[in-house]
């Protein structure tokens, strides 16, 4: 065996001009990343030399990822880039795989300098799907603004990359494993490492169990069905819901983490997990939850697959956030969510008296006010919920934190539900989001709105649609003062707010690999007919928001792609 140190070599580059990270990282095509030269290498380099040296020396950086294709020779290249550019240690995930709550676990755990997480979420993976490279930061969480922007000014003007070509890393063994480099005098050092326990370990100190165990496998035991929908979450459910509390092994499907998904797109929602909710439908479990590929996305379900949404989700979890301990212990310090999701978290926060912040979309916002130790527990319409344990959503913490109410009130989701609106009126939601739209129609369209609604005359103007009458009394694009650093966020997003407490918000997409994905939000509030159908309930507005926009006429389309 060949015993001297690994060659480090500087490998000359060009640019791309493309490599702006959107919402939630950099997502392209696979074939973008295969057929482009150093396309990969170019991003990675582009994120380590982000990263002061002086910070970046012998520190330590996690690695892990949904398990799409395309993950582990995207692995295989960051080891080695990894160990060419100074990091000292790096914790990798089992198989190269990781959630991205784990991650985030994992990097607070360790105390790592950040972590490079390889998922494209819900997108689509396989040969032609897309996949995707975050870059988190030392608190766990998705980098901010400032750092992803000086990645991508770095990847504009790259010239070289540092790249270890001759390190072999063996991913199937846990445990430790160490390299030794050319002019360096540490070696590196790899872990590989079984995120799944440090996330249960997260978890039993959170939840707590015992009681968990009873509601599942107790004596008066209630029935559940998890769906994993072939992503990396599988084994945790396995892991937590089976092993530890012992819910029967069919309670837990799709547990077999897949490089395609099972040629899925693993979105937990009514339309990707249809077969969940068709399973409950006629089935006997009184709970379901499904979850996304990197598993940081959950929907929630009652028996006969009643759909919580994941608005009403947030604000039940925070109306009782006193079934989980870890709040009992820690307290509640303060409730956010993203500026599109529904005001139900809002009427939660104003009763108990606890501050509510709303914030641009994407995970990063919420970081900033949980590290100041303003925020307890915070979400997203788009299946995001999670508390301050961590600086990522997380689908399993959701699943488990309904798990625990349910375990203490001892009612059904549906009741519960029923009596949240009985308690604080319904707020109605639904978004429609079309898909693969033209960029520059999506643009122009997104233009025209703003300065129509920027006009004086916009306020105050009524729309007249059946027998209803809306009156704007509202209309802005949305900006985000962030409390603590005071940076400012702008262009989050159209809003036009009625004088009834309805709103319509027109958003583009930033996670979208090809074309443009624009986003309606349509959200009207009910303080006593909270028992209606969501969709005959927002009708009239969504009908406001296709004449006003004109979107149809622009893009052709008919009708939305997806309406959750
Ligand atoms: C979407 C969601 C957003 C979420 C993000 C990452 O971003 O709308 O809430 O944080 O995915 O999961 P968008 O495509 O709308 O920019
Ligand atoms: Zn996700």
């Not at 795989?97 to 990097?107: E, F, G, H």
């Not at 978890?203 to 209630?222: C, P, Q, T, V, Y």
């Not at 992503?231 to 077999?256: H, T």
């Not at 520059?440 to 916009?458: P, R």
Request: hydrophobic share 40%.
């Amino acid at each position: 065996m060949d015993n001297s140190p690994l060659r480090v070599l500087t490998v000359p580059t060009f640019p791309y001009a493309d490599q702006r990270p959107g919402t939630n990282g950099l997502r392209r095509k696979v074939h973008v990343f295969q057929s482009r030269r150093n396309y990969l290498h170019n991003f990675i380099q582009s994120i380590f030399s982000s990263i002061d040296l002086r910070d970046r020396q012998g520190s330590t950086v996690v690695v892990g990822g949904d398990g799409r294709f395309f993950n582990q020779t995207a692995i295989e290249v960051i080891v080695q880039m990894a160990a060419a550019n100074g990091v000292g240690r790096l914790i990798v995930g089992h198989h190269g795989l990781m959630s991205t709550p784990a991650c985030s676990c994992v990097i607070r755990k360790f105390k790592a300098i950040g972590g490079i997480i390889l998922t494209a979420s819900h997108n689509p993976a396989g040969p032609d799907g897309d996949l995707g490279i975050k870059f988190n930061t030392a608190n766990g969480g998705p980098a901010n603004d400032t750092v992803t922007n000086k990645i991508y000014q770095i990847s504009r003007t790259i010239e070289e990359f540092a790249i270890c070509p001759g390190l072999r890393l063996d991913l199937t063994t846990l445990g430790k494993q160490t390299f030794d480099l050319e002019n360096k005098f540490k070696p590196f050092i790899v872990e590989i490492v079984d995120a799944v326990e440090s996330y249960a370990n997260l978890m039993r100190n959170i939840f707590d169990f015992a009681a968990l165990k009873e509601l599942l496998s107790g004596e008066n035991h209630i029935t559940i069905r998890l769906d994993a929908m072939h992503g990396v979450v599988g084994p945790y459910v396995k892991r937590i819901l089976c092993e530890e509390l012992g819910c029967p092994a069919n309670s837990a499907v799709n547990c077999v983490p897949m490089e395609d998904f099972g040629g899925q797109c693993p979105d937990p929602n009514l339309i990707h997990a249809a077969d969940l909710v068709d399973s409950m439908r006629d089935g006997e479990p009184d709970f379901g939850a499904a979850f996304d590929g990197d598993g940081d996305r959950n929907m929630i379900l009652g028996k006969h697959g009643l759909f919580v949404s994941p608005s009403d989700s947030v604000a039940v979890i925070a109306d009782n956030i006193f079934c989980i301990p870890y709040f009992q212990h820690r307290g509640v310090r303060g409730f956010a969510r993203s500026m599109p999701t529904s005001a139900a978290l809002d009427r939660v926060a104003k009763a108990t008296k606890i501050e509510l912040y709303e914030t641009p979309t994407g995970w990063k916002f919420f970081g900033n006010l949980m590290d100041a130790g303003r925020l307890s527990l915070c979400g997203e319409e788009s299946f995001g919920t999670s508390g301050d344990h961590i600086r990522e959503k997380d689908g399993l913490w959701a699943a488990l934190a309904w798990l625990s109410i349910l375990a203490t009130r001892r009612q059904s989701v549906e009741d519960i539900l029923k009596y949240h609106w009985l308690k604080y009126g319904r707020n109605y939601y639904t978004r429609y989001d079309y898909e693969n739209i033209d960029i520059d129609a999506a643009c122009e369209m997104m233009e025209d709105l703003e300065i129509m609604i920027a006009d004086k005359s916009f306020v105050k103007r009524r729309f007249a649609v059946e027998d209803k009458i809306y009156q704007v009394e509202k209309a802005d694009n949305f900006e985000y003062t962030d409390p603590v650093d005071s940076s400012i966020t702008r262009n989050q997003g159209l809003r036009i707010n009625f004088s009834d407490g309805s709103r319509i918000i027109y958003r583009l997409s930033g996670t979208s690999s090809g074309g443009a994905t624009v986003r309606i939000y349509l959200e009207s509030y009910e303080k006593e007919h909270v028992f209606q159908e969501t969709q005959v309930v927002l009708s009239p507005l969504a009908t406001i928001a296709i004449k006003i926009s004109q979107l149809h006429h622009r893009t052709g389309r008919t009708g939305p792609s997806v309406i959750t």
